[in-house]
Structures are given as C-alpha cells and as structure tokens.
C-alpha cells in the first residue's frame, strides 16, 4: 500500500511518528492510507493486522512503537484484529546505519 512517496511532508511525519508522544500523527497517517487505498484493502479481504516488532531494548529506550500504533490504528478502521504474530529475536542494525545496496 503506499501513501506517497518518502520526500518532504511525509517523510518528516514518519520520521516524527518514531519519537514518543506522536501516536495522534501515527493514527493520522494511518487514516489517510486507508482513505487513499480503501477499495484496494476491501479487495483484499484482510484477516488482521501483523505489525513487525522492535527488539524489546529498544522499545524499552524509545518507550513506543509506531509499527504497533500504525497497526492498531489501520486494523481498527478496516475492522480486523491486531495479531501480535512476530517476534524479534536479535537487536538488528537501525536502516539509517545500513550502506546502500
């Protein structure tokens, strides 16, 4: 599903949605993608939402996930469960410390 691409206002709200205290923006963000891609969802037929967790250390230093806040608030407008279906096992590197490919 895509929202827009990553450049200007929306890539400083993603950004932003990772700092504590932006669940409104994250809830916001997510209305807007379910507004843009409604009929694409209902076609689809969405058992449930998977969102993919952060690695307990650092859930614990940010003190919130976005991924689970986008996910719950996308599940909640199109009327499907969050399923907490994953796991992190090990502490990965951040994307913004990965070398392009």
Do not use: F
Request: proline share 6%.
């Amino acid at each position: 599903m895509l929202l827009g691409t990553y450049a200007d206002d929306l890539r400083e709200a993603l950004l932003r949605i990772k700092r504590p205290g932006s669940e409104h923006l994250a809830r916001a963000l997510a209305a807007l993608l379910v507004e843009k891609q409604q009929s694409a969802l209902d076609a689809i037929g969405i058992d449930g939402g998977v969102p993919v967790p952060m690695h307990w250390w650092r859930r614990a230093c940010r003190g919130t996930s976005n991924a689970d806040e986008v996910a719950r608030a996308i599940a909640g407008r199109i009327g499907a469960p969050v399923v907490p279906a994953l796991v992190r096992a090990r502490a990965t590197r951040r994307q913004n410390e990965l070398l392009p490919e």
